[in-house]
C-alpha cells in the first residue's frame, strides 16, 4: 500500500523556520519525484517545490525560492522541507505527493498528475 505521510506542521511566527517531513512508503523511492504542495483557505492549490530521488534535481516556486530548501533522506524515503522566514502569506495546509521521476520536471506545474498524495499538514504562520 502506498503511503505518504506528511509532518512538521505547526504554528510560528513570521520570520520563524518548520521543517516539514514527508515519509513515503510502497513504492520504489528511487524512482520517483517528490512535490510539496499547499493550499491556502479560498485560494487554489499551489506548487511549491519537487525534488526527484533518482537525480537530485529540485524545482521551485518563485514565492518560495531563497526561503525554503527541499531535500531528501534517500535511505529513509523521505523528503524534507526546510522552510525559512516565513511569512503570513505561507499559511496553508502543506501536502506532499509523488509522481515518477521522468515526470519531474512538470511537478510543479502538473498538481493533476501526480500520482499519490499525502493527507496533509497544516501550516499556520502569524503576523
Known amino acids: 500500500e502506498v503511503q505518504l505521510v506528511e509532518s512538521g506542521g505547526g504554528l510560528v511566527q513570521a520570520g520563524g523556520s518548520l521543517r516539514l517531513s514527508c515519509a513515503a512508503s510502497?513504492?520504489?523511492?528511487?524512482?520517483?519525484?517528490i512535490g510539496w504542495f499547499r493550499q491556502a483557505p479560498g485560494k487554489e492549490r499551489e506548487g511549491v517545490s519537487c525534488?526527484?530521488?533518482?537525480?537530485?534535481?529540485?524545482y521551485y516556486a518563485d514565492s518560495v525560492k531563497g526561503r525554503f530548501t527541499i531535500s531528501s533522506d534517500n535511505a529513509k524515503n523521505t523528503v524534507y522541507l526546510q522552510m525559512n522566514s516565513l511569512k503570513p502569506e505561507d499559511t496553508a495546509a502543506y501536502y506532499c505527493?509523488?509522481?515518477?521521476?521522468?515526470?519531474?520536471?512538470?511537478?510543479?506545474?502538473?498538481?493533476?498528475?501526480?500520482?499519490?498524495w499525502g493527507k496533509g499538514t497544516l501550516v499556520t504562520v502569524s503576523s
Open positions: 505527493a509523488a509522481t515518477l521521476a521522468s515526470r519531474s520536471y512538470y511537478c510543479l506545474t502538473d498538481a493533476d498528475g501526480m500520482d499519490y
Open positions: 510502497g513504492f520504489t523511492f528511487d524512482d520517483y519525484a
Open positions: 525534488l526527484s530521488s533518482s537525480d537530485g534535481s529540485t
